[in-house]
C-alpha cells in the first residue's frame, strides 16, 4: 500500500484514523486471482502469510494509516449520519487500472459503529464477491473484492454465523453520502475541499474548469444515469440504493439484498426490509434522480454564491439525468435486440417486447438471450410474441441489418448466465457447511456470461419453484 493516502489530505473531519481489532485466527477462504492480475499485484505475495495478516486487520503496513470514513445519508429516504462502521480503508494503490481504495469490511468496531459489532459474516461477504464478479464480467462498474479472509471468529446475528473480512478495490469509496455530510456537518471550505478532491480524483480534465462543481455534478449524473441503465439492463435490482450506497465515480458499490430478476416483473424487489418497494426494480431510475439530487443540494453553496442562480445552473444539470437515463437505456437496448442504427419507433419496440414478457411471465434472461439462439422458451410459441417478432424482422430489414448478423451481435450483449439466486443462496449454503466447490464454479461460469461451458448449463435454468425470493439485510 501507498503511504500517502490522498484522503488523509482532506480535512480531519472526513475521517477518524481508527485503532485495529485484530482477530484470532484468520484464513483465506478467497483470493480472486484473475482481479489480482488485472491490478498488477504479485499472486504469491497476496498469497502469503504477512497479507494474511493484513487483510485480517491484523497489522498494517508500516507507516499506513487505517481509516474509517465519514459520511451521512437517506436510508429509505431518512436523513441520518453514518460512516464507516464496520470498514477501514487500509490504502491506495496506484494499479494498473489507475489510483484504487483498498478497504476492510468487517474489520470491527470504528467509532463510527454505534450499537453495531463492525464485523461481517461468511455469507453476505461471498454474496458481494459473487455479484460484483457477475456485473465486472457483464462490463457494468463495480467495485471489486479482492479477498476474504474468514476471521475464525463467530458473529451474532439472528444465529451464530462464521465472521468474514472483504478486501473490497474501489475507485474511491467517496458517495453522494460523503457529500451530504459535508454540508450538514462541515464549513463550507471543506465541502469545497472535498469537493475538488472528487473532481481531482474522478473528473481531472474539470479541475481548471471555471464552474467546475456543475460540471462536476453534470459527470455524475452521467455516469450514474448509465450505470442505472445497465442494471435495468441485466434485470439487475440492488436493493439498497440508499444515497451512502452511491458513489461519485459511477461504480455500483454495496450488495447486501441485491439479485437478479428470473420473471421479468417490473415491481420486483428482493429485500425483506423494503415494504413498500422503494428499491423495486421499475423504480431504480427514479430513485437515482432522487439521489442526485440530494447531491445537487449539496453543492449549491459551491456552484454559485446567489442561491437562486445556484439553484437555475444545478437544476438545469439534474435536468439532463431523465434525459441521459433514457439515451442510455435505448442505447442498450437496441443492442439487446442487435439494432445498430438509430429509429424513432425502437423504444415502442421493445416496450411491446417487455409487455409481453410481464404477461407471459418469461424469464428475463434467457428471453433475450433466447432471441439470438435456438433455445425453446414458451413466450416464444405465443400469438404476441410471434406478431412482435415480425415487427422485430422489419425492423432489422429497414437497417439493412440481417438476422444472422443481429443474432451474432446479441449473443456478446446478452447474458446466458446470471448470478440467479437460487444458484447464489444454494453456493452460499454449501460454503457455510465449508464446501466452497459451489461458489467457485459459480463465480468461474459468470466470468464468462456469454459462452457456457457444458458444465455450466444447468445454471442457466430458472428454479422450478419461482417463489418470492427474499434476501435479508442480515449483513
Ligand atoms: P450498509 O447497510 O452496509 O450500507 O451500512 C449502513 C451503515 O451501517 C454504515 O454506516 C455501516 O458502516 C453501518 N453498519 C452496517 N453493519 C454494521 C455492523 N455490523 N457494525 C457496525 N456498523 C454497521
Ligand atoms: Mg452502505
Same mark, same amino acid.
Given at each position: 500500500?501507498?503511504?500517502?493516502?490522498?484522503?488523509?489530505?482532506?480535512?480531519?473531519?472526513?475521517?477518524? #484514523?481508527?485503532?485495529?481489532?485484530? #482477530?484470532?485466527?484468520?484464513?483465506?477462504?478467497?483470493?480472486?486471482?484473475?482481479?489480482?492480475?488485472?491490478?498488477?499485484?504479485? #499472486?504469491?505475495?497476496?498469497?502469503?502469510?504477512?497479507?494474511?495478516?493484513?487483510?485480517?486487520?491484523?497489522?498494517? &503496513?508500516?507507516?499506513?494509516?487505517?481509516?474509517?470514513?465519514?459520511?451521512?445519508g437517506?436510508?429509505?429516504?431518512?436523513?441520518?449520519?453514518?460512516?464507516?462502521?464496520?470498514?477501514?480503508?487500509?490504502?491506495?494503490?496506484e494499479?494498473?487500472?489507475?489510483?484504487?481504495?483498498?478497504?476492510?469490511?468487517?474489520?470491527?468496531?470504528?467509532?463510527?459503529?454505534?450499537g453495531?459489532d463492525?464485523?461481517a459474516?461468511?455469507?453476505?461477504?461471498?454474496?458481494?464477491?459473487i455479484?460484483?464478479?457477475?456485473?465486472?464480467?457483464?462490463?457494468?462498474?463495480?467495485?471489486?473484492?479482492?479477498?476474504?479472509?474468514?476471521?475464525?471468529?463467530?458473529?451474532?446475528?439472528?444465529?451464530?454465523?462464521?465472521?468474514?473480512?472483504?478486501?473490497?478495490?474501489?475507485?474511491?469509496?467517496l458517495?453522494?453520502?460523503?457529500?451530504?455530510?459535508?454540508?450538514?456537518?462541515?464549513?463550507?471550505?471543506?465541502l469545497?475541499?472535498?469537493?475538488?478532491?472528487?473532481?481531482?480524483?474522478?473528473?481531472?480534465?474539470?479541475?481548471?474548469k471555471?464552474?467546475?462543481?456543475?460540471?462536476?455534478?453534470?459527470?455524475?449524473?452521467?455516469?450514474?444515469?448509465?450505470?442505472?441503465?445497465?442494471w435495468?439492463?441485466?434485470?439487475?435490482?440492488?436493493? #439498497?440504493?440508499?444515497?451512502?450506497?452511491?458513489?461519485?465515480?459511477?461504480?455500483?458499490?454495496?450488495?447486501?439484498?441485491?439479485?437478479?430478476?428470473?420473471?421479468?416483473?417490473?415491481?420486483?424487489?428482493?429485500?425483506?426490509?423494503?415494504?413498500?418497494?422503494?428499491?423495486?426494480?421499475?423504480?431504480?431510475?427514479?430513485?437515482?434522480?432522487?439521489n442526485?439530487?440530494?447531491?445537487?443540494?449539496?453543492?449549491?453553496?459551491?456552484?454559485h454564491?446567489?442561491?437562486?442562480?445556484?439553484?437555475?445552473i444545478?437544476?438545469?444539470?439534474?435536468?439532463?439525468?431523465?434525459?441521459?437515463?433514457q439515451?442510455?437505456?435505448?442505447?442498450?437496448?437496441?443492442?439487446?435486440?442487435?439494432?445498430?442504427?438509430?429509429?424513432?419507433?425502437?423504444?415502442?419496440?421493445?416496450?411491446?417486447l417487455?409487455?409481453i414478457?410481464?404477461?407471459?411471465?418469461?424469464?428475463y434472461?434467457?428471453?433475450?438471450?433466447?432471441?439470438?439462439?435456438?433455445?425453446?422458451?414458451?413466450?416464444f410459441?405465443?400469438?404476441?410474441?410471434?406478431?412482435?417478432?415480425?415487427?422485430?424482422?422489419?425492423?432489422?430489414?429497414k437497417?439493412?441489418?440481417?438476422?444472422?448478423?443481429?443474432?451474432?451481435s446479441?449473443?456478446?450483449?446478452?447474458?446466458?448466465?446470471?448470478?440467479?439466486?437460487?444458484?447464489?443462496?444454494?453456493?452460499?449454503?454449501?460454503?457455510n457447511?465449508?464446501?466452497?466447490?459451489?461458489?467457485?464454479?459459480?463465480?468461474?461460469?459468470?466470468?464468462?456470461?456469454?459462452?457456457?461451458?457444458?458444465?455450466?448449463?444447468?445454471?442457466?435454468?430458472?428454479?422450478?419453484?419461482?417463489? &418470492?425470493?427474499?434476501?435479508?439485510?442480515?449483513?
Amino acid at each position: 500500500m501507498q503511504e500517502n493516502q490522498s484522503y488523509l489530505s482532506l480535512p480531519a473531519s472526513f475521517y477518524k #484514523v481508527a485503532t485495529l481489532n485484530p #482477530v484470532s485466527n484468520p484464513s483465506f477462504l478467497v483470493i480472486n486471482e484473475p482481479l489480482a492480475d488485472e491490478l498488477g499485484i504479485d #499472486v504469491n505475495k497476496l498469497k502469503s502469510e504477512r497479507a494474511l495478516q493484513i487483510l485480517a486487520g491484523n497489522e498494517m &503496513p508500516e507507516s499506513a494509516a487505517q481509516i474509517a470514513q465519514s459520511y451521512a445519508g437517506h436510508q429509505f429516504g431518512h436523513f441520518t449520519m453514518l460512516g464507516d462502521g464496520r470498514a477501514l480503508l487500509i490504502g491506495e494503490q496506484e494499479t494498473k487500472q489507475g489510483l484504487k481504495d483498498f478497504q476492510l469490511k468487517g474489520s470491527g468496531r470504528t467509532p463510527y459503529s454505534r450499537g453495531g459489532d463492525g464485523r461481517a459474516a461468511v455469507g453476505p461477504m461471498l454474496r458481494e464477491y459473487i455479484i460484483s464478479e457477475a456485473l465486472h464480467a457483464l462490463h457494468i462498474p463495480t467495485t471489486r473484492s479482492l479477498a476474504i479472509v474468514k476471521t475464525g471468529e463467530p458473529v451474532y446475528r439472528e444465529c451464530v454465523l462464521d465472521g468474514a473480512i472483504l478486501t473490497r478495490v474501489a475507485s474511491s469509496h467517496l458517495r453522494v453520502g460523503t457529500f451530504q455530510f459535508a454540508r450538514h456537518f462541515c464549513e463550507q471550505e471543506d465541502l469545497r475541499a472535498l469537493a475538488d478532491y472528487a473532481i481531482q480524483r474522478h473528473y481531472p480534465t474539470l479541475a481548471n474548469k471555471e464552474n467546475r462543481y456543475a460540471e462536476f455534478f453534470s459527470q455524475v449524473v452521467h455516469r450514474q444515469a448509465k450505470l442505472i441503465a445497465s442494471w435495468q439492463q441485466i434485470g439487475f435490482v440492488h436493493g #439498497v440504493m440508499n444515497t451512502d450506497n452511491m458513489t461519485i465515480s459511477g461504480e455500483a458499490i454495496d450488495f447486501g439484498p441485491c439479485a437478479f430478476m428470473d420473471t421479468f416483473d417490473p415491481s420486483t424487489v428482493f429485500s425483506s426490509i423494503d415494504r413498500v418497494g422503494r428499491y423495486a426494480y421499475e423504480n431504480q431510475p427514479k430513485i437515482g434522480g432522487w439521489n442526485l439530487a440530494r447531491l445537487a443540494e449539496t453543492l449549491l453553496p459551491l456552484v454559485h454564491e446567489d442561491e437562486e442562480q445556484a439553484l437555475e445552473i444545478i437544476q438545469a444539470k439534474l435536468d439532463e439525468y431523465p434525459k441521459a437515463f433514457q439515451q442510455y437505456w435505448l442505447e442498450g437496448m437496441r443492442k439487446k435486440l442487435g439494432l445498430q442504427v438509430v429509429m424513432g419507433e425502437d423504444a415502442a419496440l421493445i416496450d411491446q417486447l417487455l409487455t409481453i414478457m410481464h404477461q407471459q411471465q418469461a424469464d428475463y434472461t434467457n428471453t433475450f438471450r433466447g432471441l439470438s439462439t435456438d433455445q425453446e422458451l414458451e413466450i416464444f410459441e405465443t400469438d404476441d410474441f410471434k406478431a412482435w417478432q415480425q415487427n422485430w424482422h422489419s425492423r432489422l430489414q429497414k437497417e439493412n441489418t440481417s438476422l444472422e448478423a443481429a443474432k451474432a451481435s446479441m449473443q456478446k450483449i446478452n447474458p446466458a448466465i446470471i448470478a440467479r439466486n437460487y444458484y447464489v443462496e444454494e453456493a452460499l449454503k454449501f460454503a457455510n457447511q465449508g464446501d466452497l466447490t459451489y461458489v467457485e464454479t459459480l463465480v468461474d461460469a459468470l466470468r464468462s456470461p456469454f459462452t457456457v461451458k457444458t458444465e455450466h448449463q444447468h445454471l442457466q435454468i430458472p428454479p422450478k419453484e419461482d417463489g &418470492p425470493f427474499i434476501t435479508y439485510c442480515g449483513t
